[in-house]
């Protein structure tokens, strides 16, 4: 009894004497971001560092970020970074690279403080598909007193060594405006708010979008959805948005059952204005409980809602994967030497595949519109390198000649979900798809636990068929093209001519009808075709320029806005152009007339495979 009591008090003593001697000790990393002195479009950003025990330290702002699988250094739009001691002095600090900085005299760090610019205001095209831009929905925006997109990785940086530290960020801004971010403001003041993470890792997945208040929620079982929206104009408010997102999200959370990976999922919809200093790459980028939009805000509603159904439900897949289901090179993501995985089928083509397959399987689509969609998909990936290993390139996406190629993962990536899909209804009678094993590779690995990238074939082997793992090292990880036109038979499906709606600005989905002119700067309808029956409606003649659409003048900046948003156009939606004829303007006003066209694609003919056909795309 005495050696216990005295054990127990020199533990005591000695806890007492640890608490004493770390008291000064600082673990955690405080961010203030600044979003009220703006100046010169750019922002400060301070940092109340932890303690270090060693002579220098590395601090970092990523160079790649998940999600984007490109090299896009965010240190470029970073300034004048500074270090200080306790009392003010400055330490030394040097730049061992665009994203990376060494400071001398750790022991006494203290503080950092840079200038943040934002990415919005220098892009050429929006970033995807290019090297020279930052993605627009991953990039960040600074309109003092109107508008902040702050995705937390162009802002905050992060110690070498230090990356499982817990971050605390404070952004003090304008009381008009208002943050919303799936993170939970812990301060109650109107121009403060406090956020808490446990890793940077989690921080940068966790973006915030600060404007004058416009944001809806609701609930879709026990899972709340916030929708903000920025509308530079005030052309649209999240109340007209909501009605049709909260449907496709209710047959979303519907069709996925069992997942349940978040409590509160944040949707950020910037509306981008078109001018020169706005965003221009289109599209959404996924975080684990988030989504950052960026859409034209010249587009017309249902041709928005339409968009914003299949781009935020690819994002809102990504809850399967890879935030549920993913390798060690997800789980330990390095911002600045990353490690790609191997299996980016399955984390973009699995996504891809369930952002089509949810609209037949809950009545959004019909099922020959569904056909139609893989028809498209297997067009363009017949376009790609079509004999490059899916693993080789996964892993190699960021060098050439592979990073060319990552486009095909929502192409061929999203057919090779379908084939698997397929295989694995067949050899269970129907009873079972890619939505089963996703469910079981969830329960199997879950959000903390990681795959090792050489062994995911097996355990989707030893949870499905031997035909799955077959195919998977035939097709996926061996050069072999996949014999589509094969895994549709065993659904009954059958090559055939079928008629689209095409585009009034292409022909076969791909080819443009239109040209532009480099001395005058102008779009025009090309000679030598046949016009087609949009063109022949509104009395559009060969080499006819197109000066307007809709109020949208017809630029180089903004043709991608005018073809994108037309494939929003339906029969009968008014349509108001500008043109130019023999150095004529013209105003035309009428009914659109979208060009049919006939095409090989797909249909159910086999009627002896309805029942599991059936349950391939109802089950």
């Known amino acids: 009894m005495k050696k216990i009591i005295l054990t127990l008090a020199l533990a005591s003593f000695f806890i007492s004497c640890k608490t004493g001697t770390n008291a000064t000790l600082k673990s955690d990393v405080e961010v203030t971001i600044d979003l009220v002195n703006v100046k010169e479009d750019k922002v400060m950003v301070s940092i109340a560092t932890p303690t270090f025990t060693t002579e220098t330290a590395t601090f970092n702002i990523p160079k790649i970020v998940p999600g984007t699988y490109s090299d896009d250094d965010y240190g470029k739009y970073i300034e004048e970074v500074k270090a200080f001691d306790a009392k003010g002095n400055p330490l030394r600090i040097t730049k061992l690279d665009v994203n990376s900085y060494s400071i001398s005299d750790a022991t006494k760090l203290?503080?950092?403080?840079?200038?943040?610019?934002?990415?919005?205001?220098?892009?050429?095209?929006?970033?995807?598909?290019?090297?020279?831009?930052?993605?627009?929905?991953?990039?960040?925006?600074?309109?003092?007193?109107?508008?902040?997109?702050?995705?937390?990785h162009g802002f905050v940086g992060y110690f070498t060594t230090k990356e499982e530290t817990p971050y605390k960020l404070t952004v003090n801004h304008p009381a008009t405006l208002v943050g919303i971010s799936a993170m939970n403001d812990l301060d109650k003041s109107e121009t403060a708010d406090v956020f808490m993470a446990s890793k940077y890792a989690t921080l940068v997945e966790m973006p915030i979008m600060y404007s004058k208040p416009d944001f809806t929620s609701f609930m879709v079982d026990d899972m709340e959805i916030i929708i903000s929206v920025y509308s530079p104009n005030g052309k649209y408010t999240a109340k007209e948005i909501t009605p049709y997102m909260e449907n496709m999200m209710r047959a979303q959370k519907k069709f996925l059952g069992k997942f349940d990976a978040t409590k509160k999922y944040a949707i950020l919809l910037y509306l981008s204005s078109m001018t020169p200093t706005d965003a221009k790459g289109f599209g959404a980028l996924e975080h684990p409980t988030s989504t950052t939009v960026v859409m034209p805000e010249t587009m017309e509603l249902e041709a928005l809602q339409e968009q914003l159904k299949d781009v935020v439900s690819h994002e809102f897949f990504h809850i399967v994967t890879p935030l549920t289901v993913h390798s060690n090179e997800i789980q330990y993501f390095d911002f600045n030497k990353p490690q790609m995985s191997e299996h980016l089928w399955m984390y973009e083509g699995v996504t891809e595949y369930f952002a089509n397959l949810f609209q037949v399987n809950q009545g959004l689509i019909e099922e020959d519109e569904f056909y139609e969609r893989m028809s498209d998909k297997i067009a363009q990936a017949a376009s790609m390198n079509d004999k490059m290993s899916f693993t080789k390139m996964s892993k190699n996406v960021l060098?050439?000649?592979?990073?060319?190629?990552?486009?095909?993962?929502?192409?061929?990536?999203?057919?090779?979900?379908?084939?698997?899909?397929?295989?694995?209804?067949?050899?269970?009678?129907?009873?079972?798809?890619?939505?089963?094993?996703?469910?079981?590779?969830?329960?199997?690995?879950?959000?903390?636990?990681?795959?090792?990238?050489?062994?995911?074939?097996?355990?989707?082997?030893?949870?499905?068929?031997?035909?799955?793992?077959?195919?998977?090292?035939?097709?996926?990880?061996?050069?072999?093209?996949?014999?589509?036109?094969?895994?549709?038979?065993?659904?009954?499906?059958?090559?055939?001519?079928?008629?689209?709606?095409?585009?009034?600005?292409?022909?076969?989905?791909?080819?443009?009808?239109?040209?532009?002119?480099?001395?005058?700067?102008?779009?025009?309808?090309?000679?030598?075709?046949?016009?087609?029956?949009?063109?022949?409606?509104?009395?559009?003649?060969?080499?006819?320029?197109?000066?307007?659409?809709?109020?949208?003048?017809?630029?180089?900046?903004?043709?991608?806005?005018?073809?994108?948003?037309?494939?929003?156009?339906?029969?009968?939606?008014?349509?108001?152009?500008?043109?130019?004829?023999?150095?004529?303007?013209?105003?035309?006003?009428?009914?659109?007339?979208?060009?049919?066209?006939?095409?090989?694609?797909?249909?159910?003919?086999?009627?002896?495979?309805?029942?599991?056909?059936?349950?391939?795309?109802?089950?």
Request: aromatic share 10%; charged share 25%.
């Open 110 to 152: 203290s503080k950092i403080t840079y200038l943040v610019n934002d990415t919005f205001d220098i892009e050429k095209g929006g970033g995807f598909g290019n090297n020279t831009d930052v993605f627009s929905p991953a990039g960040t925006n600074i309109d003092a007193g109107k508008n902040f997109m702050l995705n937390t």
């Open 399 to 619: 060098e050439a000649p592979y990073k060319d190629q990552y486009i095909n993962v929502y192409q061929k990536g999203a057919l090779i979900a379908m084939c698997l899909d397929i295989e694995i209804r067949e050899k269970s009678n129907g009873q079972k798809g890619i939505l089963q094993l996703m469910q079981d590779l969830s329960n199997e690995y879950g959000t903390k636990k990681a795959f090792k990238d050489n062994e995911l074939f097996a355990k989707i082997t030893e949870l499905t068929y031997p035909e799955v793992g077959a195919f998977l090292n035939k097709y996926v990880a061996g050069e072999t093209p996949i014999p589509y036109s094969e895994y549709f038979a065993k659904m009954g499906i059958t090559e055939a001519e079928v008629e689209v709606t095409g585009n009034p600005f292409l022909i076969g989905g791909n080819q443009p009808i239109i040209s532009y002119k480099q001395d005058s700067k102008e779009f025009f309808f090309l000679p030598g075709i046949e016009p087609n029956a949009f063109m022949k409606e509104l009395g559009i003649k060969n080499e006819d320029v197109i000066l307007e659409v809709n109020g949208v003048k017809c630029s180089i900046e903004n043709i991608n806005q005018i073809v994108g948003g037309s494939f929003g156009w339906k029969d009968g939606d008014a349509i108001a152009m500008k043109i130019k004829r023999d150095g004529k303007e013209i105003n035309i006003e009428g009914k659109t007339v979208m060009p049919k066209e006939v095409q090989e694609g797909y249909k159910a003919t086999d009627e002896s495979k309805k029942v599991v056909r059936e349950a391939w795309l109802k089950g």
